[in-house]
């Protein structure tokens, strides 16, 4: 198959680059919001044993959170798809823009050559978001674990 010569894709290129911008500033602000979140939870004076709890609970929260996030960002890519008419309806779009997300391209869903540049871009935004999120989580797996093992954190017995 042979691809235009990009003289269509300013449009799907604008947008793509606009989803991009709006998803990045997105996941960093919820992350931070998060983060803020577990570092009021690992905080305070508790029982060694409860906050080895705590901090499982805790990391697995933010993991969920951070699959809720890219749940939403996928999202978002779907809506623009079904709104610039690149995907005919709301389960395509969101299996087409999960697997451009992730990188997965498994599904036998094309988008037209018109929109290819959008797709491309979707799978960008993807490797920097999951790139975010393996970072945040490592950090947070970190925070925990310090957090309880701690020489002068106070502890009751």
Do not use: C
């Not at 931070?32 to 609970?57: A, C, E, P, Y």
């Not at 498994?106 to 978001?129: C, D, F, K, T």
């Not at 310090?146 to 002068?152: A, K, L, R, Y």
């Amino acid at each position: 198959m042979e691809l235009e010569s990009g003289a269509g894709w300013s449009r799907d290129l604008a947008w793509g680059l606009f989803l991009i911008v709006l998803n990045v500033v997105f996941h960093a602000i919820s992350l931070g919001l998060i983060n803020k979140d577990v570092t009021s939870r690992l905080g305070g004076s508790i029982q060694r044993w409860h906050h080895v709890l705590l901090s499982v609970f805790v990391v697995a929260g933010a993991a969920l959170s951070t699959v809720i996030l890219h749940g939403i960002e996928v999202s978002s890519w779907a809506a623009a798809y079904i709104l610039l008419g690149a995907l005919p309806n709301g389960h395509s779009a969101m299996l087409y823009s999960m697997n451009a997300m992730t990188s997965y391209g498994h599904v036998n869903l094309y988008l037209a050559p018109r929109w290819q540049m959008m797709g491309s871009l979707e799978a960008l935004n993807g490797w920097i978001l999951f790139g975010l999120t393996t970072a945040f989580l490592f950090a947070i797996v970190q925070k925990a674990w310090s957090s309880h093992s701690s020489p002068n954190r106070i502890l009751s017995t």
